[in-house]
């Protein structure tokens, strides 16, 4: 590095403040700062209005949607989906002047939209500047308006179990004024929109500016031809989230962070870098960058690029000087244009990002500076990490040559009670508990997930599938996405890629989801062919994929994506002879066929299991089977709507964790696979869809582990010492019964005492994954367990009958938490006896209150039944455990009590520092 790069990075300096980054840049005139970039969150302070019901809205919609005849016509996860039915436009839609949002994704110029003349919608009131919002709610973003509840209830509710039952559905309006100042003037002023659910469109002062209709993609309109200068600006979003349009829960509303980002008219583009690395060595690194600018001027300008890389620390933080710098590019842009300009560099002992344990998720960031005639006109950031991704048929992943087995969970965005408004801390929380479960990837099921959530990864060192579709043309639900398929599958593709690319986390994309064309030979890979296309015109680096259900080793489909990712085929689908004859899928275990037909191809399971359980919940008798469908008498019980935690039952087409365990270690080949799902999510309670939350998780909606957390565990982490034992030992009415004990250990035999007398020493079998003794008789007293590795001692465990439920207990995840307005602490409090001995089955009411300077955002339970609004603050607890969610308030500090009380327990309380 020289020393000229050593000044002008000394030079360089960073300024954040809560909301905002502000990147200056001082190198040509010492003392003179320059801010060239402002990106400034303008989540606080917006009114919003909803509509009551979806006929009395205003008439300002996107386009017509198609009449439902039978809202109930998709239910099962694997039915099969169908053909589009064709809408008639009886009334003038808005999409004309949406449409031209996408034009910077949608690569044939004769493709592009043109905006028509007109402005629809400045004379509805909402969009004025002189409407009066005054008694409009005030909400701070992300908002998701659905998630307060109330829960919908019963077989006809308006919401149905698939999406959660609570009111997503109708139209909403969020309002805000933005100040900008005459000094802003000349500048570009764009608004980032993480993500709006759903078919936002978006107006100015008036004007209508754009939208965008897909809710889980990120997107940006160009404000400035709408902006005045030196006042303020009526900003009005109108966002429409259709009911029957998602197979889960989807939130509502601006639900992600929001953005003004101010610039020289001269920056670089909207996700206008990508950054890869190749011929990586312990040595060495190849860096390549590529940098897109935006002139927005009506003259050419010429432009100087310079880009300094600098290490990241386990903060975020850029640590020291610059360890390397690019070659100054140069390059003239166009009037009212764009060009982009590549560079690469050799990097001396690189600090490679990798999965852990055995490697770091080391990272870097990239700080690009553009120059006009030797001034700083912008300064742009981009982090990414250095590693060497190889994807080998017969063994897998390989990560800069580790093998990788892919422990991998798949996750929906929704973040339990506290809805799809994202929460950087509860992400987080998310990843940390699968972490501790030994899980190593996340599958982004089925949609791109918040920009922070990839943060995350990165930082966390979790290998990702990022995913897009969950349909294309063909639909699963009345309204998803396959009705704005044909103008949108492009710029949303594209766009999806360019905001994630530089994440060294992803590892591969997957552009479709158990799509309907599995279904239609030629037409549908044709389809395919069209996406797979996009997806390498935009990133030629990493491998594609699709997850499928129903397509097999001799049709069109999978020949298409890179990497093919089976959807429970591995295992076979509804293989009992009872499915004999049955319509819906049913097939032989798929893996060699796959590998036959496809030798040069890496073979992964998208999605497993699809197991069911309730937290702490067992029913007898239990199955003998490795692995078993639910229905009453079998693992279900339809009358309280749960399903046993002996973790050996599962959807019609899915199979226990043992059941996969075992399909993948009797495939080598198998790169792993995706749990459906690690945690619960809302919606999509298969089997009982009175409910409102799923029973897939292997950890409950309130981040409680299930019993499968340790079956995971036990063969996730081999290293780890643990032994877990189930059920909980409390059955007064089950004197003299059998009542079957498991035990899930990452060692490989293990001894089980009742009141003191062996049961008898046993070895994990072949492909077994759990140690049972089947035919224990229940009496009262003290289970323990010894478990061996290789002969020795390696975990132990006790599980007792209880005493009576005395008290309760309280602990928070966190001492201290930041008050920031955004920062969480997550409460668990549990119903114990006297010794703290958890005591199963209660389901007190608890209430809660808080003292100091902070607020309860929503209390939960787990229990996937419960239809209490999660914003109350008195929940059942569920099997002895709730969970309480406090956020402290912006700017200050001090001490937070939370209590919790019921009736004939004692109390607890928890004390929370905030800073
Ligand atoms: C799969 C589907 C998932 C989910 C799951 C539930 O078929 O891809 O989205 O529905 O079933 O078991």
């Not at 759903?198 to 209709?213: D, E, H, Q, R």
């Not at 043992?658 to 809302?682: C, Q, S």
């Given at each position: 590095m020289t020393d000229r790069n050593n000044i002008r990075l000394a030079s360089l300096v960073f300024a954040a403040f809560i909301g905002g980054i502000f990147l200056f840049d001082s190198c040509s005139q010492p003392g003179a700062m320059v801010v060239t970039r402002e990106h400034i969150s303008i989540n606080d302070g917006w009114s919003f209005y909803k509509y009551d019901s979806e006929s009395d809205t205003d008439p300002l919609i996107y386009d017509v949607r198609p009449e439902i005849d039978n809202p109930n016509e998709i239910k099962d996860a694997d039915s099969k989906p169908t053909e589009a039915i064709a809408a008639e436009a009886k009334q003038m839609v808005l999409k004309p002047w949406i449409l031209p949002t996408a034009n910077d994704f949608i690569s044939d110029p004769g493709k592009r939209h043109i905006r028509p003349e007109g402005n629809p919608g400045s004379d509805f009131p909402f969009v004025q500047a002189s409407f009066d919002d005054n008694n409009w709610t005030k909400v701070n973003l992300p908002?998701?308006?659905?998630?307060?509840?109330?829960?919908?209830?019963?077989?006809?509710?308006?919401?149905?179990?698939?999406?959660?039952?609570?009111?997503?559905?109708?139209?909403?309006?969020?309002?805000?004024?933005?100040?900008?100042?005459?000094?802003?003037s000349g500048k570009s002023i764009y608004l980032d929109v993480d993500g709006a659910m759903?078919?936002?469109?978006?107006?100015?002062?008036?004007?209508?500016?754009?939208?965008?209709?897909?809710?889980?993609n990120s997107w940006r309109l160009d404000l400035t031809p709408y902006l005045q200068f030196g006042g303020e600006n009526q900003l009005a979003i109108r966002v429409d989230n259709p009911n029957h349009s998602a197979r889960w829960y989807p939130g509502a509303g601006l639900y992600r962070n929001v953005w003004l980002v101010k610039t020289n008219p001269v920056h670089v583009a909207q996700w206008g870098t990508f950054i890869t690395s190749d011929e990586i060595s312990g040595k060495s690194a190849t860096i390549n960058i590529q940098v897109t600018i935006d002139n927005k001027t009506q003259n050419s300008a010429e432009v100087e690029v310079v880009t300094d890389i600098f290490e990241l620390d386990e903060n975020d933080k850029k640590a020291g000087t610059a360890v390397a710098s690019f070659e100054v590019l140069e390059t003239s842009v166009s009037a009212n244009s764009n060009s982009t300009v590549n560079g690469s560099l050799v990097l001396e002992n690189p600090r490679l990002w990798g999965p852990l344990p055995k490697q770091q998720p080391n990272r870097y960031v990239a700080v690009t500076r553009l120059k006009q005639d030797g001034q700083p006109v912008d300064t742009y950031e981009t982090s990414f990490g250095i590693r060497k991704v190889e994807f080998d048929p017969n063994q897998g992943v390989l990560v800069n040559g580790e093998h990788i087995q892919l422990k991998g969970v798949n996750q929906h965005h929704d973040l339990g009670a506290l809805g799809a408004a994202f929460n950087t801390r509860a992400a987080e929380r998310q990843l940390e508990i699968l972490r501790e479960m030994g899980c190593n990837a996340i599958r982004m099921a089925h949609n791109p997930p918040a920009p922070e959530l990839l943060d995350l990864t990165d930082q966390m060192g979790f290998l990702v599938i990022d995913e897009i579709f969950d349909s294309w043309e063909r639909k699963k639900t009345p309204h998803d996405f396959h009705l704005i398929f044909p103008e949108w599958s492009e710029p949303d593709t594209r766009s999806f890629i360019r905001r994630d690319r530089n994440h060294p986390s992803i590892i591969s994309w997957s552009f479709g989801n158990e799509v309907g064309e599995q279904y239609t030979g030629e037409a549908g890979a044709e389809v395919a062919q069209r996406l797979n296309e996009i997806v390498k015109e935009e990133d030629p680096t990493r491998r594609t994929t699709l997850a499928m259900n129903f397509a097999k080793p001799d049709m069109e489909l999978p020949a298409v994506p890179d990497v093919i990712g089976l959807n429970y085929q591995g295992e076979g689908i509804r293989q009992d002879p009872e499915f004999e004859g049955t319509d819906r899928i049913r097939t032989k275990p798929q893996y060699n066929a796959f590998r036959e037909q496809f030798p040069d191809k890496v073979i992964y399971s998208s999605e497993t299991a699809s197991a069911f359980s309730s937290r702490g919940f067992y029913t007898f008798p239990v199955t003998d089977a490795i692995s078993s469908i639910a229905r009453d008498g079998r693992g279900g019980d339809s009358e309280a709507a749960h399903v046993s935690s002996y973790e050996l039952y599962a959807v019609d087409?899915?199979?226990?964790?043992?059941?996969?365990?075992?399909?993948?270690?009797?495939?080598?080949?198998?790169?792993?696979?995706?749990?459906?799902?690690?945690?619960?999510?809302?919606?999509?309670?298969?089997?009982?869809?009175?409910?409102r939350s799923s029973y897939n998780g292997i950890i409950d909606l309130a981040g409680f582990p299930k019993d499968r957390f340790y079956l995971y565990q036990a063969h996730w982490r081999p290293d780890f010492p643990m032994v877990h034992i189930l059920p909980h030992w409390n059955w007064p009415e089950r004197m003299g019964e059998v009542t079957p004990v498991h035990v899930f250990t990452s060692g490989d035999e293990a001894e089980l005492f009742l009141n003191g007398q062996s049961l008898g020493k046993k070895k994990k079998g072949e492909y077994a994954y759990r140690i049972r003794w089947d035919d224990v008789v229940y009496?009262?007293?003290?289970?323990?367990?010894?478990?061996?590795?290789?002969?020795?001692?390696?975990?132990?465990?006790?599980?007792?009958?209880?005493?009576?439920?005395?008290?309760?207990?309280?602990?928070?995840?966190?001492?201290?938490?930041?008050?920031?307005?955004?920062?969480?602490?997550?409460?668990?409090?549990?119903?114990?006896?006297?010794?703290?001995?958890?005591?199963?089955?209660?389901?007190?009411l608890i209430k809660f209150t808080l003292e100091g300077p902070g607020e309860i955002v929503a209390t939960d339970n787990g229990d996937q039944t419960d239809m209490t609004a999660f914003p109350s603050q008195e929940r059942n607890a569920f099997n002895g455990l709730a969970l309480v969610i406090v956020r402290a308030i912006a700017g200050e500090q001090g001490e937070i009590i939370v209590t919790a009380e019921s009736v004939g327990l004692k109390e607890a309380s928890v004390e929370i520092r905030t800073k």
């Open positions: 908002h998701d308006w659905a998630i307060e509840g109330p829960f919908q209830t019963g077989w006809d509710s308006e919401v149905g179990g698939g999406m959660g039952r609570l009111p997503v559905n109708g139209v909403g309006w969020y309002r805000k004024k933005l100040d900008l100042s005459t000094s802003d759903s078919y936002a469109m978006v107006w100015l002062n008036g004007t209508l500016v754009g939208g965008w209709p897909y809710g889980y087409f899915g199979s226990s964790a043992d059941k996969v365990f075992g399909m993948i270690d009797r495939h080598p080949f198998v790169a792993g696979e995706f749990v459906w799902t690690g945690w619960d999510y809302l919606g999509e309670p298969t089997p009982y869809y009175q409910a009496e009262p007293g003290e289970l323990k367990v010894i478990a061996y590795k290789d002969g020795k001692v390696w975990a132990e465990k006790v599980v007792k009958t209880t005493g009576e439920a005395i008290q309760l207990q309280a602990t928070a995840d966190r001492a201290t938490m930041a008050a920031d307005g955004e920062d969480l602490s997550f409460i668990t409090v549990q119903i114990s006896d006297e010794e703290g001995l958890l005591v199963p089955r209660t389901n007190n």
